[in-house]
């Protein structure tokens, strides 16, 4: 018995059948050079075989070889989950919490001392308690099950990484009062899971679109493998909400202050 053929492979859109809508204008020739990168690595992005529609925003830049979907794009996908779209930094975001009418240099001097930049996670001892809800929800999740994301979910909570992440203290024009401001992402756990995605996207990729490039591999969104994954993602959103959570609330915690709200 002959086993069943392979499923046809999904060609390449044609270049230029799948437009992107460009929110990005060139103030210099800098500025002209950097948008015409943008365009080029667009255009090998919009003819991914699931991508249905795209667009720049204004503070575009490459991010790796052309067809590497730059910093500030963005595309819509039909029933497709691309890993190297979110890239390692899932949920790079900001959290702001209005602190009242506390000194913003207590602020500050308690937030550093609680915080942990550059490589690496806390040690035993230093560490913020991760809920048992979210540790199970993990250990459940094919994902996000492994000795090793159990163990950076719990070393790297309350830490901030590296690059562009920020710590910031200051007093809002508008009302005097002080906020406390956090800029990082997932950590490892988040890196662990983009790792994993790219590998089950890259077996797809050879079977459904061996000509589109690797780091555009996709996962299907209605697959047993892409229902997993889409929920992978949200337990990291809800892992990366805590951590920002948990330095804002020790940091108001340790001087007594009052959190009027937070973002």
Not at 60 to 76: K, R, Y
Not at 80 to 96: Q, Y
Not at 112 to 136: C, N, P, Y
Request: aromatic share 6%; with cysteine; hydrophobic share 40%.
């Amino acid at each position: 018995m002959k086993p069943p053929p392979p499923p046809p492979t999904l060609p390449l859109h044609d270049a230029g059948a799948v437009p992107f809508h460009r929110n990005i204008e060139a103030a210099d020739e800098d500025e002209v050079q950097n948008i015409a990168k943008i365009d080029e690595t667009m255009r090998a992005v919009m003819r991914t075989p699931t991508v249905v529609a795209g667009a720049v925003m204004p503070d575009a830049c490459p991010a790796g070889p052309v067809g590497t979907i730059p910093v500030g794009g963005v595309v819509a996908a039909k029933n497709a989950i691309h890993p190297g779209m979110h890239s390692a930094d899932i949920c790079c975001s900001v959290m702001l919490t209005n602190l009242g009418d506390a000194d913003p240099k207590a602020v500050l001097d308690t937030a550093q001392s609680i915080t942990h930049f550059g490589a690496g996670g806390r040690k035993q001892g230093q560490r913020f308690t991760v809920s048992q809800r979210l540790v199970d929800a993990f250990a459940a999740n094919p994902f996000l099950d492994s000795q090793k994301m159990q163990q950076m979910m719990a070393s790297h909570m309350g830490t901030q990484g590296d690059g562009n992440h920020f710590l910031f203290v200051g007093k809002s024009r508008a009302t005097g009062n002080t906020c406390m401001i956090t800029h990082h992402g997932s950590r490892g756990p988040g890196a662990v899971l983009y790792r994993l995605g790219m590998e089950v996207a890259e077996t797809f990729r050879k079977t459904l679109s061996p000509d589109t490039l690797k780091q555009n591999a996709w996962i299907p969104a209605d697959s047993p493998e892409g229902r997993d994954y889409w929920e992978a993602l949200q337990l990291i959103r809800t892992w990366t909400k805590a951590n920002h959570t948990g330095l804002h609330q020790v940091t108001a915690d340790a001087i007594g202050a009052s959190v009027k709200d937070r973002f």
